[in-house]
C-alpha cells in the first residue's frame, strides 16, 4: 500500500483540490489523470531521485503523485532557493531530473541536469501501466541543512508515509468532511504531512495558497470562504497575526475547528495570547524530519491545556532517556539518511530513533524542554534557553527572542539574550532598562543574560524555522573589540580636542610647521600620529604580537603577503584636509582582518557627530553605540531618483570614464556629495544617512572597514562589475541595498 494507492481510492468522490489566489480548480480525478500524464518524463526511471522546485500550487500534487507512481524518489526543494544553495544540495542529491518553473535555474544547469518545465507535456506516461512498488523501498528523499548546518538527507519508505498519514488522520480526526488549507512552503515536510497529505490520504477537500504574503491581510476572510476545518501555521506567522490585531467578528470561522503550530518552538505566552484575542484553538506540533509528527496535541479535549506537545500518535512509542532526551520508535521513524549509513547508525540505536531533544512527561502528556545542544551550562548550572525566552515574551515590548549561550573563559557559557522588539521605532535604551527590570523580577540573577541585543529579525530557514544555530554562530564568532572601542573613543576624544582648539590657521597658514604634505595634496598633521600612537598601543597592550598596519606607519606594502590569521588594519585620521579646514567630516577606522585579507570586523568613529559603530564578526550586525547601549543600525534604501550618493574628491586622479560616470550619476540619482572622507562616506551609509559611495581609486585602509560595517547594517558591497571585493581592489562600489547598487554598475556599464 502507497500514499498513490490510499488517494486513487478516492478519485471518484469528487472531492477537489483549489487554489486560492488564481480559482483554479481541479477535482482528485482530474488531479490523478494529470499525473499520469506527467509519469512520461520518469516512468524510465526506478528509485532515483526527482527533485521538484515548483511554488505552492495543483502542479506541484501532480508530479508529487507522478514521481511516487513511477517508483521513483520525491526530493521536495524549497522554490526560493538561491542558485548557490541549491547547486550544493543538487550536487548532493544527484537527480535525474530537475522539475521547475525557474528560468534562472533551467539556464544555471542546463546540461548537467535534466531540467522539466511544467509548462512542457510529456509523452508516453498516460497509457503506460501501473508499477508495482515495494512498501518499503524509498519513496520521499527530504533534503535539509536542519539548524545544525550539517547536510542531509532524511530518506521515507512508501510504509513510513502510509503508517505516519494514517495515524495523523485518527490522532487529530481528519475526515473526508474536513477543508484542509496549506499555504506554508511545499518544499518542506510541514505543508507535506500536516496538510497535503492527511488531504489525499483521508479523501478531503485541499485548498492552496502561494504564501503567507498572499494572505497576511486576508488569512481570516480566506479561512471563512472556503470553510476551513484546519490549517497549520508556525509561530512566526502567528506572532504576525498577533501583530495585526485583525478584527475578526465579521468572518464566519464557525467551520474551523483548530489550527496547528509547530516547525519551531512556540512560545506558551504566544500561544495563549492568541487563543484569547482570536477564540481558536491552536496545539502545539512536535516532530521531526526523520519522524514527521510524533505526537498529537488535540486542542478539543475537555481537559486540554496549552503548553504541552500531547500524547504519543498511535504509530510510534516515545520514552525519556535518563538523560531527559526524547526517544521514538516507530513506523514514522525514517529508514536512512542519504548517502550516509554511519550516521543513520549512530541517530537510531535499538530501533529508538536519538532526538537530540530534551523533554519531560508529566501525568500522561510530554512537554518540549528544549533541544539538547542548546542547554547553556553556566558555572556548571544547566540553564534551559526557553524558560527564560518564556519571560521575555511576558513583555509587552516583546516581539521575538532567542537566548544562546557565548563562550567565556571564566563561567564557560554566558547567557546572550537577542530581542527582536514589536515597535521599531521604540528606543533601545529605554527598552533594555525596562527588559532587564523585568527580567529581575521573574528570574533568578544567574539566569538573566549577561546581554541583550536588539535586531531587527532572526534568521530564519526557508520554511521560517528559527536558525537558533546561526545566531549562536554570530554571537560566538565574534571578535574581542572592547579594547579597539575604547581606543578609537580616546582618539577621537584627543583629536578633537585639537579640531576645536583650531590649532591650525586652517584657510591663511597653509604652512603651518604642524601640516606636511607627504605626497601630493596628501596631507598629515600631529593628530594623524596622535590617534595611531593610541590604538597601537591599545593593540600591543590587549593583542601582543598581531600585526597592524596604517595609513600613517608606511609599512601597507607588506599586508599583502601577511597570512597571519589576524592582523589590524587603521586609518587613524581620515579626512585629514577636512580636518585642517575646520569641516567636521573626518573620522577614525579599524578594521581586523583575517588570513586571506578579508575585513572580518571594524570599528568607526566619527567624533564631530559622535556616530560610533561596530561589527564584531562575520554576519554580525553593525551596531551603533546610542545612550550607552549598542543598538542595530540598518542602512537607509532608496530608489536611484531619491539616492544620495557620494564620490570621489581626487578628481586628478582619475581618467576620462571616472568624470563621463558622475555625469550620469548626478542626472539619474536625487543628488551628489564630495565630503572627503571614506571613514564619514561608510559610517553615514551604515547609520542610514546617505545611500552610496563610489570609488573609482582608493586603499586598503580607506574601505576595510566599511566592507563588514556595511554588510553588517544590511547594505551592498561590490567592485565595478558586481563581485565580491577585498581591501586591495581599487573600483568600489558602496550602498545601501544590492537593487541600488545594481543600479549603479548599469550606469557604469554606459559609461
Known amino acids: 500500500m502507497t500514499i498513490v494507492d490510499c488517494f486513487k481510492k478516492h478519485a471518484d468522490s469528487g472531492k477537489i483540490v483549489r487554489e486560492v489566489e488564481t480559482g483554479r480548480e481541479a477535482t482528485f480525478q482530474e488531479l490523478w489523470l494529470a499525473a499520469q500524464r506527467r509519469r512520461g518524463d520518469f516512468y524510465g526511471f526506478d528509485q532515483k531521485p526527482i527533485s521538484v522546485i515548483l511554488p505552492n500550487s495543483i502542479a506541484y500534487l501532480e508530479y508529487f503523485l507522478a514521481v511516487l507512481g513511477t517508483n521513483n524518489i520525491f526530493n521536495p526543494i524549497p522554490y526560493f532557493v538561491g542558485l548557490p544553495e541549491l547547486e550544493t544540495i543538487l550536487d548532493y542529491i544527484e537527480p535525474s531530473y530537475v522539475v521547475t518553473d525557474r528560468e534562472d535555474i533551467a539556464h544555471r544547469f542546463e546540461g548537467k541536469y535534466r531540467v522539466v518545465h511544467p509548462s512542457v507535456s510529456s509523452s508516453g506516461g498516460k497509457n503506460a501501466p501501473d508499477k508495482v512498488i515495494d512498501k518499503n523501498s524509498p519513496a520521499a528523499l527530504y533534503y535539509s541543512s536542519g539548524t545544525t548546518g550539517d547536510p542531509k538527507g532524511v530518506v521515507y519508505s512508501h510504509q513510513n508515509m502510509v503508517s505516519l498519514i494514517a495515524s495523523i488522520n485518527r490522532g487529530f480526526r481528519f475526515t473526508p468532511n474536513d477543508n484542509q488549507f496549506a499555504f506554508l512552503p511545499f518544499g518542506h515536510t510541514a505543508s507535506i504531512n500536516y496538510n497535503i497529505l492527511p488531504a489525499l490520504m483521508a479523501g478531503s477537500n485541499l485548498y492552496i495558497s502561494r504564501g503567507f504574503e498572499e494572505l497576511r491581510h486576508n488569512f481570516f476572510e480566506v479561512l471563512s470562504r472556503h470553510k476551513i476545518t484546519y490549517t497549520e501555521i508556525v509561530p512566526t506567522v502567528l506572532l504576525m497575526l498577533l501583530k495585526l490585531n485583525?478584527?475578526?467578528?465579521?468572518?464566519?470561522?464557525?467551520?474551523?475547528?483548530?489550527?496547528?503550530?509547530?516547525?519551531?518552538?512556540?512560545?506558551?505566552?504566544?500561544?495563549?495570547?492568541?487563543?484569547?484575542?482570536?477564540?481558536?484553538?491552536?496545539?502545539?506540533l512536535y516532530g521531526l524530519s526523520e519522524t514527521g509528527p510524533s505526537h498529537v496535541d488535540y486542542p478539543l479535549e475537555k481537559d486540554w491545556k496549552p503548553g504541552s506537545?500531547?500524547?504519543?500518535?498511535?504509530?510510534?512509542?516515545?520514552?525519556?532517556?535518563?538523560?531527559?532526551?526524547?526517544?521514538?520508535?516507530?513506523?514514522?521513524?525514517?529508514?536512512?539518511?542519504?548517502?550516509?549509513?554511519?550516521?543513520?547508525?549512530?541517530?537510531?540505536?535499538?530501533?529508538?530513533?536519538?532526538?537530540?531533544?530534551?523533554?519531560?512527561?508529566?501525568?500522561?502528556?510530554?512537554?518540549?524542554?528544549?533541544?539538547?545542544?542548546?542547554?547553556?551550562?553556566?558555572?556548571?548550572?544547566?540553564?534551559?534557553?526557553?524558560?527564560?525566552?518564556?519571560?521575555?515574551?511576558?513583555?509587552?515590548?516583546?516581539?521575538?527572542?532567542?537566548?544562546?549561550?557565548?563562550?567565556?573563559?571564566?563561567?564557560?557559557?554566558?547567557?546572550?539574550?537577542?530581542?527582536?522588539?514589536?515597535?521599531?521605532?521604540?528606543?533601545?535604551?529605554?527598552?533594555?532598562?525596562?527588559?532587564?527590570?523585568?527580567?529581575?523580577?521573574?528570574?533568578?540573577?544567574?539566569?538573566?543574560?549577561?546581554?541583550?541585543?536588539?535586531?531587527?529579525?532572526?534568521?530564519?530557514?526557508?520554511?521560517?524555522?528559527?536558525?537558533?544555530?546561526?545566531?549562536?554562530?554570530?554571537?560566538?564568532?565574534?571578535?574581542?573589540?572592547?579594547?579597539?572601542?575604547?581606543?578609537?573613543?580616546?582618539?577621537?576624544?584627543?583629536?578633537?580636542?585639537?579640531?576645536?582648539?583650531?590649532?591650525?590657521?586652517?584657510?591663511?597658514?597653509?604652512?603651518?610647521?604642524?601640516?606636511?604634505?607627504?605626497?601630493?595634496?596628501?596631507?598629515?598633521?600631529?593628530?594623524?600620529?596622535?590617534?595611531?600612537?593610541?590604538?597601537?598601543?591599545?593593540?600591543?597592550?590587549?593583542?601582543?604580537?598581531?600585526?597592524?598596519?596604517?595609513?600613517?606607519?608606511?609599512?601597507?606594502?607588506?599586508?599583502?603577503?601577511?597570512?597571519?590569521?589576524?592582523?589590524?588594519?587603521?586609518?587613524?585620521?581620515?579626512?585629514?584636509?577636512?580636518?585642517?579646514?575646520?569641516?567636521p567630516f573626518w573620522g577614525i577606522a579599524v578594521a581586523v582582518?583575517?588570513?586571506?585579507?578579508?575585513?572580518?570586523?571594524?570599528?568607526?568613529?566619527?567624533?564631530?557627530?559622535?556616530?560610533?559603530?561596530?561589527?564584531?564578526?562575520?554576519?554580525?550586525?553593525?551596531?551603533?553605540?546610542?545612550?550607552?547601549?549598542?543598538?542595530?543600525?540598518?542602512?537607509?534604501?532608496?530608489?536611484?531618483?531619491?539616492?544620495?550618493?557620494?564620490?570621489?574628491?581626487?578628481?586628478?586622479?582619475?581618467?576620462?570614464?571616472?568624470?563621463?560616470?558622475?555625469?550620469?550619476?548626478?542626472?539619474?540619482?536625487?543628488?551628489?556629495?564630495?565630503?572627503?572622507?571614506?571613514?564619514?562616506?561608510?559610517?553615514?551609509?551604515?547609520?542610514?544617512?546617505?545611500?552610496?559611495?563610489?570609488?573609482?581609486?582608493?586603499?586598503?585602509?580607506?574601505?576595510?572597514?566599511?566592507?563588514?560595517?556595511?554588510?553588517?547594517?544590511?547594505?551592498s558591497v561590490s567592485d565595478f562589475s558586481g563581485k565580491e571585493i577585498d581591501v586591495f581592489s581599487q573600483e568600489v562600489i558602496m550602498c545601501s541595498d544590492k537593487v541600488l547598487n545594481d543600479k549603479i554598475i548599469e550606469i557604469i556599464r554606459r559609461s
Open 246 to 284: 485583525i478584527d475578526i467578528s465579521r468572518f464566519d470561522l464557525s467551520s474551523l475547528r483548530f489550527i496547528g503550530c509547530g516547525s519551531s518552538t512556540l512560545p506558551l505566552t504566544s500561544q495563549k495570547e492568541f487563543i484569547a484575542r482570536y477564540h481558536i484553538p491552536v496545539c502545539n
Open 309 to 583: 506537545i500531547g500524547v504519543p500518535l498511535d504509530v510510534n512509542q516515545c520514552r525519556i532517556a535518563h538523560d531527559g532526551e526524547i526517544l521514538l520508535k516507530g513506523e514514522n521513524v525514517f529508514i536512512g539518511y542519504y548517502k550516509n549509513e554511519a550516521l543513520y547508525q549512530k541517530a537510531v540505536r535499538d530501533g529508538w530513533f536519538h532526538t537530540g531533544d530534551i523533554g519531560c512527561e508529566r501525568d500522561g502528556k510530554y512537554y518540549f524542554v528544549d533541544r539538547k545542544k542548546d542547554l547553556i551550562i553556566k558555572g556548571g548550572i544547566n540553564i534551559v534557553p526557553m524558560e527564560v525566552e518564556e519571560v521575555f515574551y511576558k513583555h509587552a515590548q516583546v516581539h521575538e527572542c532567542v537566548v544562546v549561550g557565548k563562550e567565556d573563559k571564566l563561567v564557560g557559557e554566558d547567557i546572550v539574550a537577542v530581542v527582536v522588539p514589536k515597535d521599531k521605532s521604540s528606543k533601545a535604551p529605554d527598552l533594555i532598562r525596562d527588559l532587564r527590570h523585568h527580567l529581575k523580577n521573574h528570574l533568578s540573577n544567574y539566569k538573566i543574560p549577561s546581554r541583550i541585543l536588539i535586531w531587527d529579525k532572526l534568521p530564519r530557514t526557508h520554511s521560517n524555522k528559527l536558525l537558533r544555530r546561526k545566531v549562536r554562530e554570530i554571537i560566538n564568532e565574534s571578535w574581542e573589540l572592547d579594547f579597539v572601542i575604547e581606543a578609537v573613543r580616546q582618539a577621537g576624544e584627543a583629536t578633537r580636542k585639537a579640531f576645536r582648539n583650531k590649532r591650525y590657521s586652517f584657510l591663511s597658514d597653509f604652512q603651518h610647521e604642524k601640516i606636511v604634505e607627504k605626497s601630493l595634496k596628501e596631507l598629515v598633521v600631529e593628530e594623524d600620529i596622535l590617534s595611531q600612537d593610541i590604538i597601537l598601543e591599545a593593540i600591543e597592550t590587549h593583542d601582543p604580537g598581531v600585526s597592524v598596519y596604517s595609513e600613517e606607519l608606511n609599512n601597507m606594502e607588506g599586508l599583502r603577503s601577511d597570512t597571519s590569521e589576524k592582523k589590524y588594519l587603521i586609518d587613524p585620521l581620515d579626512g585629514t584636509h577636512n580636518f585642517c579646514f575646520g569641516l
Open 593 to 715: 582582518l583575517n588570513a586571506v585579507n578579508t575585513p572580518v570586523a571594524a570599528v568607526a568613529y566619527l567624533p564631530e557627530f559622535d556616530l560610533l559603530l561596530k561589527c564584531d564578526g562575520p554576519e554580525h550586525p553593525t551596531m551603533l553605540f546610542s545612550e550607552g547601549v549598542w543598538i542595530q543600525c540598518t542602512t537607509a534604501q532608496k530608489e536611484m531618483h531619491e539616492a544620495l550618493i557620494c564620490y570621489d574628491n581626487q578628481f586628478y586622479k582619475l581618467n576620462q570614464r571616472a568624470f563621463r560616470l558622475y555625469e550620469i550619476l548626478t542626472k539619474e540619482c536625487f543628488t551628489t556629495r564630495i565630503l572627503g572622507s571614506a571613514v564619514a562616506d561608510i559610517v553615514l551609509i551604515a547609520s542610514g544617512k546617505i545611500n552610496g559611495r563610489i570609488w573609482n581609486k582608493t586603499n586598503p585602509y580607506d574601505i576595510a572597514g566599511g566592507i563588514p560595517l556595511v554588510k553588517g547594517a544590511g547594505g
